[in-house]
Every structure is written in structure tokens, then in C-alpha cells.
């Protein structure tokens, strides 16, 4: 029988630390610390806002709906979008977070993926800025 190298049981371990780092940086409902922590870099201004608008109808209302209501023609069966429009935040309510969501992703199932490989960060906060500018108040 072959005995397991020493060195492989802590790389094993190591590599399913960083694994459910990872899912559990993904915003599941109630927000999180992490994205509490996080403060907008991009002013929100008309430019940032009609920027965000632009980036949100590119990548966002096929699910979300073109006013943003949550009425997508291609969201996913089975699934609701978020009324970006209400005051009610599931995945909390601060712009850290709200990046985190567009992303990340919003776990735990992950039927919206993020958008770190298809948007920069600074595009993504434009879309905070946008979802802001249309959130009621």
C-alpha cells in the first residue's frame, strides 16, 4: 500500500480553503461584511449614471427588465430577479455590496453569475451608480 506524501494532505487542504473562500465571498442573501467595507470609487454623476445605464442594458435587463423591474424576457425559468427599483435589498443595500452581487455573482444557487470577466470594475460600479439613480427612495 502507498502511503500519502506529507506534503499533499496540506496542499489538499489548502486548496479547499481557498474554494470555499471563494463561494463564500459570493453575495448570498443578507449582504456581507466584506462588501460593507467597500466604498465607490466612481463619483455617481450624470456621466457615471448614463455610462451605467448603457452597461445595464447591454448586460442586465434580458433578466432584469429595461426598466430594471425584474421582468426580463430571459431570466431563467424557475427564477426571480430582483425589482431593482424597490427599496427592499436582499443581498444588502451599500454600493460595496451591490458590486459585490454584479460581480461575484448573488449565491447560494448562482442563477445570475457575475460579471468580473465581462466588465471592468470600474464599469461595474457605474452600473451601482446607475441601479442607485433608479432605486426608489
Known amino acids: 500500500m502507498r502511503r500519502v506524501s506529507t506534503v499533499l494532505i496540506p496542499a489538499l487542504a489548502l486548496s479547499c480553503v481557498a474554494v470555499i473562500a471563494v463561494s463564500a465571498g459570493a453575495q448570498n442573501p443578507g449582504g456581507s461584511p466584506e462588501?460593507?467595507?467597500?466604498?465607490?470609487?466612481v463619483v455617481s454623476s450624470p456621466e457615471s449614471i448614463k455610462a451605467g445605464q448603457a452597461l445595464f442594458q447591454k448586460n442586465c435587463r434580458f433578466c432584469h427588465g429595461a426598466d430594471a423591474k425584474g421582468n426580463g424576457p430571459m431570466a431563467p425559468e424557475g427564477t426571480h430577479p430582483s425589482n431593482l427599483t424597490d427599496d427592499k435589498w436582499d443581498r444588502g443595500s451599500t454600493?460595496?455590496?451591490?458590486?459585490?452581487?454584479?460581480?461575484?455573482?448573488?449565491?447560494?444557487?448562482?442563477?445570475?453569475?457575475?460579471?468580473?470577466?465581462?466588465?471592468?470594475?470600474n464599469d461595474i460600479w457605474n452600473v451601482v451608480n446607475y441601479v442607485r439613480s433608479v432605486q426608489a427612495k
Do not use: C, T, W
Open 35 to 41: 462588501g460593507k467595507k467597500l466604498k465607490n470609487p
Open 95 to 121: 454600493d460595496g455590496e451591490i458590486f459585490l452581487v454584479i460581480r461575484d455573482g448573488a449565491g447560494p444557487k448562482f442563477d445570475m453569475k457575475g460579471y468580473k470577466s465581462k466588465m471592468a470594475e
